[in-house]
């Protein structure tokens, strides 16, 4: 059996795809593509994917995962060319290698985030940032299946910063000035939403955008405490590829002569 992980997107109208939709169209992309897949067992066999982390409905979003099991080999990079063709323009397959490693679920321990407010100056937005960043504790309060939940909505987040400019003009492209903030959030448990920082720059600073923010995950992976950043959860795949001895035969291929 082998492993293939890929990295999608969801962007412009497509971020208001719920997950199960996500999951409806990809099953429908791997019949499309002829993708040998392996099914679990049981009286209703599925197709083996295991998606990580996904991002709430309404949020667009450049970096979601997910993992098949296949029957046969197949090249990941002819596997994602063929599976994009399959969906929808905005569900992207932009990446794709083969798990040699374990625990992807386990390297994506935090998320960098792009929260675009439109009608709310820029200095505006200095200010509540900066009022945030000052706080010990913000509490915010959550709406749950078992009541209104109050947690802290600060201690998750690692920075948080103004920006002048935004990097996903496709998501939502308006010519009005705006406010961009950049965001990097620990995946903490209760686990700490954009909607939550909204909700604590409110509660600090009283800054209530007159219009819902577009939020985009530009990035998940493991948290580096030491830098500040999340680096790439498919590296170290990438890294065991690149290290991995290749078959005596496929060397003596490649340097026979003409």
Request: glycine share 6%.
């Amino acid at each position: 059996m082998q492993r293939i992980r890929l990295r999608y997107t969801k962007r412009g109208r497509l971020r208001f795809t719920s997950h199960r939709d996500f999951q409806r169209a990809f099953e429908r992309a791997l019949r499309r593509a002829g993708v040998p897949m392996a099914y679990s067992a049981g009286f209703t066999p599925h197709p083996k994917v295991s998606y990580a982390n996904a991002a709430p409905t309404g949020t667009g979003s450049e970096a979601e995962y997910l993992e098949i099991a296949l029957t046969e080999p197949r090249d990941p990079e002819r596997l994602r060319a063929l599976l994009d063709e399959s969906l929808p323009a905005g569900l992207d397959i932009v990446d794709a290698v083969e798990a040699r490693t374990s625990g992807l679920a386990d390297r994506l321990t935090a998320s960098v985030w792009e929260l675009r407010l439109d009608g709310v100056a820029p200095e505006d937005a200095r200010r509540a940032v900066d009022a945030f960043n000052a706080a010990g504790t913000v509490e915010v309060q959550r709406l749950t299946k078992n009541g209104v939940r109050t947690f802290d909505a600060r201690s998750a987040v690692a920075a948080l910063e103004s920006s002048e400019t935004h990097s996903s003009p496709a998501d939502r492209p308006t010519d009005q000035p705006c406010a961009i903030l950049r965001l990097v959030v620990r995946h903490v448990t209760p686990a700490v939403r954009p909607d939550d920082v909204l909700s604590g720059l409110r509660a600090v600073a009283d800054l209530a955008p007159p219009v819902p923010a577009a939020v985009t995950r530009l990035a998940q992976g493991l948290f580096d405490e030491e830098t500040g950043t999340v680096t790439d959860p498919l590296a170290p795949d990438r890294e065991a590829a690149a290290t991995e001895p290749k078959p005596a035969g496929a060397t003596a291929a490649a340097t026979a002569p003409a």
